[in-house]
């Protein structure tokens, strides 16, 4: 009975895995400037999500952080996240 056990432990702690963490590149120019602001804005059905920071990759990523709490990530892919600069 213990070697059936063990010889199913690796099939029962692949089930435990979990999914892998969406991470969001940032660039090198992301670093802080405070002459530019970026607004980044991802839709997902009729919702908008929109957001404002001097780093492009903190704004990207809040964007897709509200987007998540809304939906399931195939709808908040950042593929789809548009961003713009102001200076």
């Known amino acids: ?43 997902a059905f009729t919702t908008e999500f929109r957001s404002e920071n001097s780093s492009r ?4 990523l809040d964007v897709h952080k509200q987007c998540r709490a809304k939906h399931n990530a195939m709808f908040c892919e950042e593929k789809d996240i548009v961003c713009q600069s102001y200076e």
């Open 57 to 60: 990759g903190k704004a990207k």
């Open 1 to 43: 009975m213990k070697k059936n056990i063990l010889l199913m432990l690796p099939l029962l702690l692949a089930a435990c895995v979990a999914p892998p963490a969406v991470v969001l590149e940032v660039q090198q120019h992301d670093t802080p400037d405070n002459n530019t602001m970026y607004v980044c804005r991802l839709k």
